[in-house]
Structures are given as C-alpha cells and as structure tokens.
C-alpha cells in the first residue's frame, strides 16, 4: 500500500494565481482530510470529508474549496491565491470506525505564495 | 482561537532523561486524546491515545497521565533517546461523528546523545 501520498511535493504561486493539489489514499478509507500547518500554530482543519459526495468545512475553509467524487481521492483547491495561503498542507485518512481512529498523514505539501 | 493549548514551545533534555509535555483544553465535550509525533519533512503520525475514562495510559515507553477535573494531560517519554528527537503535538475531539482533530501548537524535542 502507498497509504496517502500528496503531489506536488513543493510549489510556488503568484498571488492570485490558482492551483490544485491532490490527494489520493488506497487504504478505502470514508474520512478523509486537510490540514495546513503554519510554523508555531500546530495543524488546522481546512475542510474534511465522511465519503465520497460528503464534503464539510473545518476550522479555517475560507480560499479553499474541495470535492470528493470517489473515496480514493480528495482534492484540495485555491482560487485566487494569497501570501496568507503560504503554508505546509497535509492530507490524512482514516477508517473512523474503530477506536484509535488514527489519521494517516501524506508527506505534505509545501506551497509559497509570492 | 486555540481549542487545546500546548507547552513548552521546545524542549531539549539529555539521553535518558524524562521530557513532559502538557495540554489543556476548555471544551468538555472532548472525549478523545491523542499525540502525534512528526519527523523533519515528514506528516504527523499516531503515537498513543487515551480516552477520559481512565487516568494514565502506557506504550512502551510514552505515557500519557490524563486529569479530566483539571483538563489537563501530559505526555512522558522514560529514557529518552536520540532518535525521539520531532515535534510532538497533542489534539482532542469529540469521538462522534468524523472525528475532526483540533491540535495544540507543538513540542520541538530534542535529546542531546
């Protein structure tokens, strides 16, 4: 299993240009979600999913929007980029069912808005 | 705003030694704690987690000691090592529903050889 794997690995972005970034897992997890991680702030939710057409927001959605049109990937989307948006993004998966419910994370993605 | 607050910020101890990382947290609706830890250049991964429904909870040699009346919990590392040099942050949720994770800001660890 390739467990979750993100591309691309790095980026640079104009600002208001836009970008996809995407995430795949084969473990056929239902969960699946997006986190930024910004230097002493920890990890925020951007937006999550419970199954493929289900999609909801998280803790810091605004920039972003995402779909989920199969369980094996779910694509994270930023229009209109800005320097605030420079971050590290991760994407994780979990089955959600069965207690420790972990969260299986991609290597991240590091983007630069510029 | 910060759902679960993290500290120390960073913490260097000797091999061996005993590093203690503490959260707190308001929401008592939180019914799940884990702690991740992350590697330079990698994602977090699970370490260990506890529910509220008992005070301490071990894993070879990290420890999670758990005080639901104070909101608290803490993670012990016994006999440190080098290689548990990461940054090590603890989260919370609700067990319900999808789980969302909020995390505390981080512990960059590093133990001296």
């Known amino acids: 299993n390739a467990g979750v794997t993100q591309t691309p690995k790095f980026r640079i972005l104009k600002i208001g240009q836009s970008m996809t970034l995407q995430c795949a897992q084969d473990?056929?997890?239902?969960?699946m979600y997006w986190y930024r991680q910004d230097p002493g702030m920890g990890l925020k939710l951007i937006y999550y999913?419970?199954?493929?057409?289900?999609?909801d927001k998280g803790e810091v959605p605004n920039g972003y929007n995402v779909s989920r049109s199969t369980t094996e990937d779910f694509p994270l989307r930023l229009e209109l980029a800005a320097p605030s948006q420079t971050s590290v993004y991760f994407c994780?998966?979990?089955?959600?069912?069965?207690?420790?419910?972990?969260?299986?994370f991609g290597p991240g993605t590091r983007l630069t808005v510029t | 705003q910060q759902q679960v607050k993290q500290s120390p910020q960073s913490l260097i101890v000797q091999k061996g030694g005993i590093p203690i990382i503490n959260c707190a947290y308001e929401?008592?609706?939180?019914?799940?704690f884990p702690w991740y830890q992350q590697f330079p250049g990698k994602g977090p991964a699970l370490l260990i987690a506890?529910?509220?429904?008992?005070s301490e909870k071990k894993e070879g040699r990290f420890t999670i000691s758990f005080n639901k009346s104070a909101k608290q919990f803490s993670l012990h590392i016994m006999d440190s090592q080098p290689g548990d040099s990461a940054t090590y942050f603890c989260?919370?949720?609700?067990?319900?529903?999808?789980?969302?994770?909020?995390f505390g800001t981080g512990t960059r660890l590093t133990v001296i050889p």
């Open positions: 994780a998966s979990s089955s959600g069912t069965s207690y420790p419910y972990e969260q299986y």
């Open positions: 473990m056929n997890h239902n969960y």
């Open positions: 999913s419970v199954g493929a057409g289900i999609t």
């Open positions: 929401n008592t609706a939180f019914d799940y």
């Open positions: 506890i529910r509220p429904d008992v």
């Open positions: 989260a919370a949720s609700i067990e319900t529903g999808a789980n969302n994770l909020f």
